[in-house]
Protein backbone atom coordinates (compact mmCIF):
# COMPACT_ATOMS: atom_id res chain seq x y z
CA UNK A 1 0.00 0.00 0.00
CA UNK A 2 3.30 2.45 0.34
CA UNK A 3 2.75 3.44 -3.77
CA UNK A 4 -1.04 4.57 -2.82
CA UNK A 5 0.17 6.53 -0.27
CA UNK A 6 2.60 8.01 -2.39
CA UNK A 7 0.71 8.26 -4.94
CA UNK A 8 1.53 11.94 -6.22
CA UNK A 9 -2.16 13.14 -7.61
CA UNK A 10 -1.90 16.72 -6.93
CA UNK A 11 1.46 16.71 -9.45
CA UNK A 12 -0.20 14.16 -12.03
CA UNK A 13 -3.33 16.37 -12.40
CA UNK A 14 -0.97 19.06 -13.46
CA UNK A 15 0.11 17.32 -16.34
CA UNK A 16 -3.52 17.75 -17.63
CA UNK A 17 -4.18 21.18 -18.56
CA UNK A 18 -8.05 21.22 -18.61
CA UNK A 19 -7.96 19.93 -15.01
CA UNK A 20 -7.16 23.36 -14.27
CA UNK A 21 -10.21 25.55 -15.64
CA UNK A 22 -13.91 25.95 -14.41
CA UNK A 23 -17.18 25.14 -15.05
CA UNK A 24 -20.33 27.28 -14.47
CA UNK A 25 -17.65 29.18 -11.60
CA UNK A 26 -16.62 25.88 -10.13
CA UNK A 27 -13.54 23.83 -10.29
CA UNK A 28 -14.31 21.37 -12.56
CA UNK A 29 -14.62 18.07 -11.14
CA UNK A 30 -14.33 15.68 -13.82
CA UNK A 31 -16.36 12.40 -13.02
CA UNK A 32 -17.16 11.13 -16.54
CA UNK A 33 -13.66 9.20 -17.44
CA UNK A 34 -15.83 6.40 -18.49
CA UNK A 35 -16.86 8.26 -21.42
CA UNK A 36 -13.64 9.73 -22.36
CA UNK A 37 -10.92 10.56 -20.34
CA UNK A 38 -9.14 13.64 -20.67
CA UNK A 39 -5.66 14.43 -22.22
CA UNK A 40 -2.27 14.68 -20.72
CA UNK A 41 0.25 17.70 -22.17
CA UNK A 42 2.63 15.06 -23.58
CA UNK A 43 0.22 13.53 -25.68
CA UNK A 44 -1.31 17.35 -27.23
CA UNK A 45 2.30 18.16 -27.47
CA UNK A 46 3.35 14.95 -29.69
CA UNK A 47 0.32 15.57 -31.53
CA UNK A 48 1.57 18.96 -32.12
CA UNK A 49 4.66 18.08 -33.05
CA UNK A 50 3.93 15.37 -35.75
CA UNK A 51 2.36 18.42 -37.38
CA UNK A 52 4.36 21.19 -36.99
CA UNK A 53 7.36 19.18 -38.13
CA UNK A 54 7.23 15.44 -39.25
CA UNK A 55 3.94 15.01 -40.69
CA UNK A 56 3.28 13.12 -44.17
CA UNK A 57 2.00 10.13 -44.77
CA UNK A 58 3.58 6.91 -43.71
CA UNK A 59 5.16 3.71 -45.25
CA UNK A 60 4.64 4.84 -48.97
CA UNK A 61 7.41 7.54 -49.62
CA UNK A 62 11.05 7.32 -49.98
CA UNK A 63 11.19 10.66 -48.50
CA UNK A 64 13.02 11.90 -44.66
CA UNK A 65 9.25 13.62 -43.61
CA UNK A 66 7.22 10.04 -44.09
CA UNK A 67 10.46 7.49 -43.12
CA UNK A 68 10.68 10.09 -39.49
CA UNK A 69 6.50 9.53 -39.32
CA UNK A 70 6.68 5.82 -40.15
CA UNK A 71 8.71 5.40 -37.69
CA UNK A 72 6.67 7.18 -34.85
CA UNK A 73 3.62 5.18 -36.06
CA UNK A 74 5.24 1.56 -35.72
CA UNK A 75 6.81 2.94 -32.51
CA UNK A 76 3.12 3.22 -31.30
CA UNK A 77 2.47 -0.21 -32.29
CA UNK A 78 5.62 -1.55 -30.61
CA UNK A 79 4.32 0.64 -27.34
CA UNK A 80 0.91 -0.80 -27.47
CA UNK A 81 2.45 -4.39 -28.15
CA UNK A 82 4.14 -3.31 -24.35
CA UNK A 83 1.09 -2.06 -22.97
CA UNK A 84 -1.13 -5.35 -24.05
CA UNK A 85 2.27 -7.12 -22.97
CA UNK A 86 1.49 -8.90 -26.67
CA UNK A 87 4.01 -11.43 -27.80
CA UNK A 88 4.70 -9.65 -30.86
CA UNK A 89 4.00 -6.13 -32.56
CA UNK A 90 2.11 -7.24 -36.12
CA UNK A 91 -0.39 -8.70 -33.63
CA UNK A 92 -1.44 -4.81 -32.79
CA UNK A 93 -4.01 -3.86 -35.20
CA UNK A 94 -4.75 -0.26 -35.34
CA UNK A 95 -8.27 0.51 -35.37
CA UNK A 96 -10.43 4.01 -35.03
CA UNK A 97 -11.78 1.97 -30.91
CA UNK A 98 -13.31 -0.57 -29.56
CA UNK A 99 -16.29 -0.52 -31.74
CA UNK A 100 -14.43 -0.73 -34.84
CA UNK A 101 -11.81 -3.72 -33.30
CA UNK A 102 -15.18 -5.70 -32.35
CA UNK A 103 -17.07 -5.48 -35.92
CA UNK A 104 -13.72 -6.20 -36.88
CA UNK A 105 -13.51 -9.63 -35.58
CA UNK A 106 -17.43 -10.50 -36.27
CA UNK A 107 -16.67 -9.20 -39.91
CA UNK A 108 -13.47 -11.47 -40.82
CA UNK A 109 -12.85 -14.41 -38.62
CA UNK A 110 -16.84 -14.60 -37.53
CA UNK A 111 -17.52 -14.69 -41.23
CA UNK A 112 -15.17 -17.43 -41.70
CA UNK A 113 -15.89 -19.49 -39.07
CA UNK A 114 -19.21 -19.23 -37.50
CA UNK A 115 -22.07 -21.44 -39.10
CA UNK A 116 -25.67 -21.73 -38.62
CA UNK A 117 -26.27 -23.98 -35.26
CA UNK A 118 -23.07 -22.40 -33.80
CA UNK A 119 -23.25 -19.98 -30.64
CA UNK A 120 -21.66 -16.75 -29.25
CA UNK A 121 -21.67 -16.14 -26.09
CA UNK A 122 -21.86 -13.25 -24.06
CA UNK A 123 -22.39 -11.55 -20.38
CA UNK A 124 -25.57 -9.79 -19.62
CA UNK A 125 -23.69 -6.31 -19.05
CA UNK A 126 -22.24 -5.93 -22.12
CA UNK A 127 -21.80 -2.50 -23.96
CA UNK A 128 -23.96 -2.38 -26.91
CA UNK A 129 -21.14 -2.58 -28.60
CA UNK A 130 -20.17 -5.98 -27.74
CA UNK A 131 -23.34 -6.95 -28.61
CA UNK A 132 -25.05 -5.43 -32.16
CA UNK A 133 -21.76 -7.07 -33.91
CA UNK A 134 -22.71 -10.46 -32.82
CA UNK A 135 -26.33 -10.21 -33.22
CA UNK A 136 -25.30 -9.20 -36.88
CA UNK A 137 -23.02 -12.28 -37.57
CA UNK A 138 -25.69 -14.43 -36.05
CA UNK A 139 -28.54 -12.90 -38.71
CA UNK A 140 -26.12 -13.02 -41.35
CA UNK A 141 -24.59 -17.39 -40.05
CA UNK A 142 -28.15 -18.54 -38.37
CA UNK A 143 -25.68 -18.84 -35.21
CA UNK A 144 -27.51 -17.91 -31.99
CA UNK A 145 -26.22 -15.89 -29.37
CA UNK A 146 -26.07 -17.00 -25.76
CA UNK A 147 -25.98 -14.31 -22.25
CA UNK A 148 -24.44 -15.45 -19.28
CA UNK A 149 -26.35 -13.82 -16.29
CA UNK A 150 -25.76 -11.94 -13.52
CA UNK A 151 -26.84 -11.65 -9.71
CA UNK A 152 -28.45 -8.53 -8.50
CA UNK A 153 -25.36 -7.07 -7.70
CA UNK A 154 -24.48 -6.91 -11.26
CA UNK A 155 -21.61 -9.92 -10.49
CA UNK A 156 -21.86 -12.91 -13.60
CA UNK A 157 -22.95 -15.93 -12.25
CA UNK A 158 -20.12 -18.04 -12.26
CA UNK A 159 -21.91 -21.60 -12.56
CA UNK A 160 -24.32 -20.29 -14.92
CA UNK A 161 -21.55 -19.18 -16.95
CA UNK A 162 -20.14 -22.59 -17.37
CA UNK A 163 -23.91 -24.09 -17.77
CA UNK A 164 -24.18 -22.06 -21.45
CA UNK A 165 -20.67 -23.33 -22.67
CA UNK A 166 -20.63 -26.06 -25.13
CA UNK A 167 -19.17 -27.56 -28.00
CA UNK A 168 -21.20 -25.69 -29.83
CA UNK A 169 -19.31 -22.21 -28.20
CA UNK A 170 -17.66 -20.74 -31.23
CA UNK A 171 -16.64 -17.59 -29.28
CA UNK A 172 -17.27 -15.99 -25.77
CA UNK A 173 -16.99 -12.15 -26.88
CA UNK A 174 -16.93 -10.41 -22.89
CA UNK A 175 -16.50 -7.36 -21.14
CA UNK A 176 -13.22 -7.03 -18.49
CA UNK A 177 -14.75 -4.06 -16.81
CA UNK A 178 -18.75 -3.15 -16.84
CA UNK A 179 -19.14 0.59 -18.04
CA UNK A 180 -22.54 0.61 -16.50
CA UNK A 181 -21.46 -1.31 -13.07
CA UNK A 182 -18.02 -1.23 -12.40
CA UNK A 183 -17.91 -5.39 -12.52
CA UNK A 184 -14.58 -7.19 -13.22
CA UNK A 185 -15.28 -10.21 -14.85
CA UNK A 186 -12.91 -13.05 -13.70
CA UNK A 187 -11.26 -13.05 -17.29
CA UNK A 188 -8.77 -15.88 -17.05
CA UNK A 189 -10.89 -18.20 -15.58
CA UNK A 190 -13.28 -17.73 -18.26
CA UNK A 191 -11.05 -17.87 -21.09
CA UNK A 192 -10.11 -21.37 -19.46
CA UNK A 193 -13.33 -22.19 -18.88
CA UNK A 194 -13.92 -21.13 -23.17
CA UNK A 195 -10.68 -23.22 -24.37
CA UNK A 196 -11.80 -26.07 -22.78
CA UNK A 197 -15.23 -26.59 -25.38
CA UNK A 198 -12.70 -25.51 -28.00
CA UNK A 199 -13.64 -21.64 -28.10
CA UNK A 200 -12.07 -18.55 -28.64
CA UNK A 201 -12.05 -15.32 -26.44
CA UNK A 202 -12.43 -11.88 -27.34
CA UNK A 203 -12.78 -9.25 -25.00
CA UNK A 204 -13.77 -5.88 -24.48
CA UNK A 205 -11.44 -4.09 -22.39
CA UNK A 206 -12.61 -0.26 -23.03
CA UNK A 207 -12.83 0.07 -19.02
CA UNK A 208 -10.25 -2.08 -17.82
CA UNK A 209 -7.18 -1.25 -20.17
CA UNK A 210 -6.76 2.58 -18.40
CA UNK A 211 -7.39 1.34 -15.17
CA UNK A 212 -5.44 -1.66 -14.95
CA UNK A 213 -2.28 -3.52 -16.30
CA UNK A 214 -3.68 -5.99 -18.81
CA UNK A 215 -1.14 -8.90 -19.83
CA UNK A 216 -3.13 -10.32 -22.46
CA UNK A 217 -0.54 -13.61 -22.16
CA UNK A 218 -1.65 -14.30 -18.54
CA UNK A 219 -5.02 -13.98 -19.49
CA UNK A 220 -4.90 -16.38 -21.85
CA UNK A 221 -7.38 -14.94 -24.48
CA UNK A 222 -7.46 -14.69 -28.10
CA UNK A 223 -8.26 -11.07 -29.05
CA UNK A 224 -8.21 -7.91 -26.82
CA UNK A 225 -9.85 -4.31 -28.00
CA UNK A 226 -9.42 -1.38 -26.51
CA UNK A 227 -10.01 2.56 -27.30
CA UNK A 228 -7.25 4.88 -27.43
CA UNK A 229 -9.73 8.09 -25.98
CA UNK A 230 -10.39 6.80 -22.65
CA UNK A 231 -6.72 5.54 -21.75
CA UNK A 232 -6.09 9.37 -21.93
CA UNK A 233 -4.90 9.27 -25.69
CA UNK A 234 -6.72 10.75 -28.73
CA UNK A 235 -10.05 10.23 -30.37
CA UNK A 236 -10.84 7.88 -33.24
CA UNK A 237 -7.99 5.64 -32.58
CA UNK A 238 -7.96 2.35 -30.84
CA UNK A 239 -6.01 -1.19 -30.73
CA UNK A 240 -6.95 -4.56 -31.76
CA UNK A 241 -5.41 -7.27 -30.41
CA UNK A 242 -5.02 -10.87 -32.00
CA UNK A 243 -2.93 -13.95 -31.88
CA UNK A 244 -0.73 -14.06 -34.98
CA UNK A 245 -2.36 -17.26 -36.33
CA UNK A 246 -5.72 -16.14 -35.89
CA UNK A 247 -5.50 -13.27 -37.18
CA UNK A 248 -2.90 -14.21 -39.95
CA UNK A 249 -6.03 -16.79 -41.37
CA UNK A 250 -9.20 -14.50 -41.27
CA UNK A 251 -9.77 -12.75 -43.98
CA UNK A 252 -9.11 -9.21 -44.70
CA UNK A 253 -12.43 -6.78 -43.94
CA UNK A 254 -12.13 -3.62 -45.90
CA UNK A 255 -9.84 -3.43 -48.84
CA UNK A 256 -8.24 -0.58 -50.33
CA UNK A 257 -4.21 0.39 -50.24
CA UNK A 258 -1.76 -1.01 -47.91
CA UNK A 259 -3.46 -4.25 -47.05
CA UNK A 260 -2.21 -5.53 -50.55
CA UNK A 261 0.75 -6.68 -51.35
CA UNK A 262 -0.13 -7.12 -55.31
CA UNK A 263 -3.22 -5.73 -57.41
CA UNK A 264 -4.25 -6.99 -60.77
CA UNK A 265 -7.58 -7.13 -62.14
CA UNK A 266 -7.41 -10.33 -62.16
CA UNK A 267 -6.62 -11.07 -58.99
CA UNK A 268 -5.46 -9.44 -55.93
CA UNK A 269 -2.91 -10.82 -52.98
CA UNK A 270 -2.80 -9.38 -49.23
CA UNK A 271 -0.74 -8.43 -47.57
CA UNK A 272 1.00 -9.56 -44.07
CA UNK A 273 -0.31 -8.48 -40.60
CA UNK A 274 -0.83 -6.11 -39.42
CA UNK A 275 -1.60 -4.13 -42.77
CA UNK A 276 -3.37 -6.56 -43.96
CA UNK A 277 -6.08 -5.30 -41.80
CA UNK A 278 -5.12 -1.46 -42.16
CA UNK A 279 -6.47 -0.75 -45.54
CA UNK A 280 -6.05 3.04 -46.54
CA UNK A 281 -4.03 5.89 -44.88
CA UNK A 282 -4.43 5.29 -41.11
CA UNK A 283 -5.02 7.69 -38.55
CA UNK A 284 -0.88 9.17 -38.36
CA UNK A 285 -1.25 11.60 -35.59
CA UNK A 286 -3.53 10.13 -33.48
CA UNK A 287 -1.67 6.89 -33.34
CA UNK A 288 1.54 8.49 -32.38
CA UNK A 289 -0.62 10.66 -29.78
CA UNK A 290 -1.65 7.35 -28.39
CA UNK A 291 1.85 5.97 -28.04
CA UNK A 292 2.70 9.17 -26.16
CA UNK A 293 -0.34 8.56 -23.51
CA UNK A 294 -0.33 5.10 -23.14
CA UNK A 295 3.80 5.40 -22.38
CA UNK A 296 2.50 8.39 -19.98
CA UNK A 297 0.60 5.33 -17.95
CA UNK A 298 3.32 3.00 -18.25
CA UNK A 299 5.28 5.49 -16.66
CA UNK A 300 2.98 6.02 -13.59
CA UNK A 301 2.67 2.50 -13.71
CA UNK A 302 -0.87 0.68 -14.14
CA UNK A 303 -0.28 -1.10 -10.51
CA UNK A 304 0.24 2.25 -9.07
CA UNK A 305 -2.99 3.29 -10.82
CA UNK A 306 -4.91 0.45 -9.87
CA UNK A 307 -4.28 0.69 -6.56
CA UNK A 308 -5.10 4.24 -6.03
CA UNK A 309 -8.28 3.82 -7.92
CA UNK A 310 -9.12 0.89 -5.80
CA UNK A 311 -8.95 3.51 -2.48
CA UNK A 312 -10.56 5.91 -3.86
CA UNK A 313 -13.36 4.08 -4.88
CA UNK A 314 -13.52 2.34 -1.32
CA UNK A 315 -13.63 6.26 -0.29
CA UNK A 316 -16.56 7.31 -2.90
CA UNK A 317 -18.41 4.45 -2.37
CA UNK A 318 -18.41 4.71 0.94
CA UNK A 319 -19.88 8.69 1.18
CA UNK A 320 -22.32 7.95 -0.89
CA UNK A 321 -23.57 5.17 1.03
CA UNK A 322 -24.09 7.07 3.64
CA UNK A 323 -26.81 9.41 1.78
CA UNK A 324 -30.26 8.81 2.90
CA UNK A 325 -32.50 8.02 -0.68
CA UNK A 326 -29.66 6.62 -2.81
CA UNK A 327 -28.76 3.30 -4.33
CA UNK A 328 -25.90 1.95 -5.98
CA UNK A 329 -26.31 -0.16 -8.05
CA UNK A 330 -23.46 -2.34 -9.25
CA UNK A 331 -22.09 -3.54 -5.98
CA UNK A 332 -20.49 -6.51 -6.75
CA UNK A 333 -17.24 -7.47 -4.78
CA UNK A 334 -15.07 -6.91 -7.78
CA UNK A 335 -14.65 -3.55 -9.06
CA UNK A 336 -13.03 -0.98 -10.87
CA UNK A 337 -13.47 2.98 -10.61
CA UNK A 338 -17.34 3.54 -11.68
CA UNK A 339 -20.25 4.00 -9.20
CA UNK A 340 -23.51 3.84 -11.15
CA UNK A 341 -26.38 5.14 -8.35
CA UNK A 342 -29.77 6.35 -8.39
CA UNK A 343 -31.59 8.96 -6.04
CA UNK A 344 -35.51 8.20 -4.56
CA UNK A 345 -37.59 10.47 -6.28
CA UNK A 346 -35.34 12.37 -8.95
CA UNK A 347 -34.75 11.90 -12.40
CA UNK A 348 -31.09 11.18 -13.56
CA UNK A 349 -31.24 13.47 -16.10
CA UNK A 350 -32.30 16.17 -13.74
CA UNK A 351 -29.70 15.39 -11.12
CA UNK A 352 -26.89 15.51 -13.90
CA UNK A 353 -27.81 18.85 -14.78
CA UNK A 354 -28.15 20.37 -11.30
CA UNK A 355 -24.72 18.58 -10.67
CA UNK A 356 -23.12 19.95 -13.82
CA UNK A 357 -24.03 23.36 -12.77
CA UNK A 358 -21.87 22.80 -9.34
CA UNK A 359 -18.71 22.25 -11.95
CA UNK A 360 -19.30 17.99 -11.21
CA UNK A 361 -19.20 16.01 -15.20
CA UNK A 362 -21.10 13.36 -14.99
CA UNK A 363 -23.05 10.52 -17.23
CA UNK A 364 -26.32 10.21 -16.97
CA UNK A 365 -28.99 7.37 -18.73
CA UNK A 366 -28.00 4.11 -20.40
CA UNK A 367 -24.40 4.09 -20.75
CA UNK A 368 -25.20 1.97 -23.79
CA UNK A 369 -26.30 -0.50 -21.82
CA UNK A 370 -29.65 -0.90 -22.40
CA UNK A 371 -29.97 -4.77 -21.44
CA UNK A 372 -27.86 -4.02 -18.19
CA UNK A 373 -30.78 -1.02 -17.33
CA UNK A 374 -33.48 -3.54 -18.38
CA UNK A 375 -32.15 -5.81 -15.57
CA UNK A 376 -32.51 -3.84 -13.24
CA UNK A 377 -35.55 -2.15 -14.01
CA UNK A 378 -34.36 1.35 -14.38
CA UNK A 379 -34.78 4.38 -17.38
CA UNK A 380 -30.92 5.09 -16.61
CA UNK A 381 -28.63 5.71 -13.64
CA UNK A 382 -26.03 8.58 -12.44
CA UNK A 383 -22.28 6.94 -13.45
CA UNK A 384 -19.37 8.20 -11.66
CA UNK A 385 -16.51 7.44 -13.08
CA UNK A 386 -12.98 7.84 -11.78
CA UNK A 387 -9.58 7.95 -13.14
CA UNK A 388 -6.26 8.40 -11.50
CA UNK A 389 -6.30 12.04 -11.58
CA UNK A 390 -9.53 12.34 -9.42
CA UNK A 391 -8.85 12.74 -5.81
CA UNK A 392 -10.97 12.16 -2.51
CA UNK A 393 -11.45 15.54 -2.36
CA UNK A 394 -13.48 15.19 -5.48
CA UNK A 395 -15.46 12.01 -3.71
CA UNK A 396 -16.71 14.54 -1.35
CA UNK A 397 -17.67 17.77 -4.25
CA UNK A 398 -19.39 14.79 -5.53
CA UNK A 399 -21.07 13.89 -2.12
CA UNK A 400 -21.87 17.45 -1.45
CA UNK A 401 -23.38 17.82 -4.74
CA UNK A 402 -25.64 15.43 -4.42
CA UNK A 403 -27.09 16.22 -1.08
CA UNK A 404 -27.41 20.40 -3.17
CA UNK A 405 -29.90 18.12 -5.73
CA UNK A 406 -31.71 16.35 -3.16
CA UNK A 407 -32.54 19.67 -1.12
CA UNK A 408 -33.57 21.14 -4.17
CA UNK A 409 -36.36 18.12 -4.82
CA UNK A 410 -37.40 18.47 -1.63
N1 LIG B 1 -17.16 -1.30 -24.46
C1 LIG B 1 -17.30 -0.67 -23.31
C2 LIG B 1 -17.33 -1.45 -22.04
C3 LIG B 1 -17.41 0.73 -23.29
O1 LIG B 1 -17.54 1.36 -22.14
C4 LIG B 1 -17.37 1.42 -24.52
C5 LIG B 1 -17.54 2.89 -24.53
O2 LIG B 1 -18.16 3.45 -23.68
C6 LIG B 1 -17.20 0.71 -25.69
C7 LIG B 1 -17.10 -0.66 -25.63
C8 LIG B 1 -17.14 1.39 -27.02
O3 LIG B 1 -15.99 2.15 -27.12
P1 LIG B 1 -15.79 3.16 -28.34
O4 LIG B 1 -17.02 4.02 -28.39
O5 LIG B 1 -14.57 3.92 -27.97
O6 LIG B 1 -15.61 2.33 -29.55
Not at 57 to 85: G, I
Request: hydrophobic residues 45%; charged residues 20%.
Amino acid sequence: MNHVKTFEVEALRKDFPILARTVHGKPLVYLDNGASAQKPRCMIDAIRHVYEQEYANVHRAAHELSAACTDKFEAARRTVQRFLNAPEDREVIFVRGTTEAINLVAQTWGRANVKAGDEILITAMEHHSNIVPWQMLCEASGARLVVAPMDDTGTLMLPEFEKRLSPRTKLLACVHVSNALGTVNPIEWMAQKAHAVGALVMVDGAQAAPHQRIDVQKLGVDFYAFSGHKAFGPTGIGALWGRAELLEAMPPWQGGGEMIKSVKFEQTTYNVIPHKFEAGTPNIADTIGLGASLEYLMGIGLDAIEAYEHELLAYATAKLGEIPGLRIVGTSQNKAGVISFVLDGIHSADAGMILDEQGIAVRVGQHCAEPVMDFFKLHGTIRASFAFYNTMHEADALAAGIRKVQELFK
